[in-house]
């Protein structure tokens, strides 16, 4: 008889949970998960929303085994019983609103989602990484020109969130005015609240009107030319790709690519400044050359996972996990802050010894693994080789303690990251 059989608590009568956007947004993280396991092991039991509650795995052996097995955990959220039982609706709860089912790879399972995932799968893989590099340095130079001579800047606000949504935004072909419009609706999409629908109704619209175009330019070229011409971005490479039936699963899947793209992205960046900014210790590796600019990257996967928690997978039956019964319907979180975090401990305590592993769950495992990972790195690395470069003396202006997190249970950065330099001596000419 497994543990899980000598009663397992019922999701539906635990109450007094820690909320996992707090936990999540707190000052020091990883001592609530560790409060968590202390209490009940690699699997604990959180809320998602009040009244809202889920598993959140935090044990690596438990979040893999989710991962990599979509027959009993399922990423539709049509299995999550609070679901289906309507007892959350998309118009009432931020959090439902924010898993609504969605036709793209990352809410499909099976074959279903082999025939999406392999249309971005083709995309990604023929995306010209040398032509959005070459515009990439150009973007973040003429963004540091403004800034460096201010003398101080918002390091989030003004860089770290601007440099991914127009990196993203030109690997699917969105104008830079285009793509910036997008900033305020990704905010709100992962910020939860009221204003999830409207902001994911503003990107979908964006995108139907874009591979509606994109189709139509096609049609056109054959008409005229026998010839569609090259693939220029992935909008083109999805509206082209025979395996995406309707202009739904296309926009739909350039939707969740400039989100999650976006989102993660922005993590990495502005966590990267905040280590550099608020740890000596790891400023003073990057800048004496002792880390270099990888190992660094690296080691913010590692210590400050920009996929902080996984949106959930949902039982498709009874299960058992962690020593825990999970029941049919349940959603299971995948926290992966808190493994990495077990992990980092579990190597040493010295901060050279993760260096150049990268074993960690930070792209995610399994058949939604990241399939971005090579065009996330080059973005971040260009982005904060970049701005280091430019700036002297580089320091934060306000407290450390009073940064402020992003309201989300899904990714952690500050809100904000006010910060002062040395402003360029100008030479007057005679
Ligand atoms: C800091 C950088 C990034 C990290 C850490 C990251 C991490 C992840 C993780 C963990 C997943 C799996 C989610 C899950 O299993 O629930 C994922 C999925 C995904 N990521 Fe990334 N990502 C990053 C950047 C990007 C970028 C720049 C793009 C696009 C340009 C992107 C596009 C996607 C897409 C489309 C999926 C969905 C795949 C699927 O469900 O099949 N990611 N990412």
């Not at 409207?198 to 330019?217: D, Q």
């Not at 399939?371 to 580089?394: H, M």
Request: glycine content about 6%; some cysteine; overall charge negative.
């Amino acid at each position: 008889m497994t543990q899980a059989d000598l009663g397992s608590p019922r999701l539906e009568d635990l109450s007094g949970l820690v909320l996992l956007g707090e936990a999540t947004a707190a000052a020091d993280p990883r001592a609530v998960y560790r409060r968590l396991a202390l209490e009940w092991g690699p699997v604990a039991p959180v809320e998602l929303e009040p009244g809202v509650p889920a598993w959140l795995a935090m044990g690596y052996r438990e979040i893999v085994e989710v991962l990599r097995n979509e027959a009993v955990f399922s990423k539709d959220t049509r299995s999550w019983r609070w679901f289906a039982e309507g007892r959350i609706a998309a118009a009432t709860s931020p959090v439902a609103a924010f898993l609504a089912p969605r036709d793209n790879a990352m809410f499909t399972d099976g074959k279903h989602r082999e025939r999406l995932r392999a249309a971005l799968d083709d995309g990604f893989a023929n995306l010209d990484e040398l032509a959005v590099g070459r515009a990439l340095r150009a973007l973040c130079d003429s963004l540091l020109d403004d800034l460096v001579s201010r003398g101080e800047a918002d390091l989030v606000r003004e860089y770290a969130e601007i440099v991914p949504v127009l990196a993203v935004g030109a690997m699917l072909g969105l104008s830079p005015d285009a793509a910036r419009s997008m900033l305020p609706h990704v905010r709100a999409v992962f910020a939860g609240g009221p204003g999830v629908r409207p902001a994911a109704s503003a990107i979908h619209r964006t995108f139907v009107e874009l591979s509606a175009r994109a189709r139509t330019n096609r049609a056109m070229a054959i008409l005229l030319r026998d010839d569609p011409g090259p693939v220029r971005d992935l909008t083109e490479a999805l509206v082209a790709h025979p395996n995406l039936e309707t202009d739904v699963e296309v926009s739909s899947s350039l939707a969740m690519t400039l989100i999650s793209g976006c989102q993660m992205e922005i993590a990495w960046i502005a966590q990267t400044f905040e280590l550099v900014l608020t740890d000596a210790e790891f400023a003073g590796r990057v800048r004496g050359g002792r880390l270099g600019l990888d190992d660094a990257l690296d080691e913010v996967l590692w210590r400050e996972p920009p996929s902080t928690n996984l949106a959930p997978r949902f039982a498709t039956h009874d299960v058992e996990l962690g020593g825990l019964r999970v029941a049919q319907g349940d959603a299971v979180v995948l926290g992966i802050a808190a493994a990495n975090a077990a992990q980092e401990q579990a190597v040493a305590d010295d901060p050279w010894a993760g260096l150049g592993n990268r074993a960690h769950l930070t792209w995610g495992a399994g058949p939604h693994r990241c399939p971005a990972e090579r065009s996330a790195r080059f973005i971040a690395r260009i982005a904060v080789e970049r701005a280091l470069a430019r700036f002297e003396d580089l320091e934060l202006a306000i407290p450390a303690e009073s940064l402020r997190r992003v309201p989300t249970p899904w990714t952690r950065h500050s809100v904000s990251l006010p910060v002062r330099y040395a402003r360029p001596v100008v030479f007057e000419q005679y």
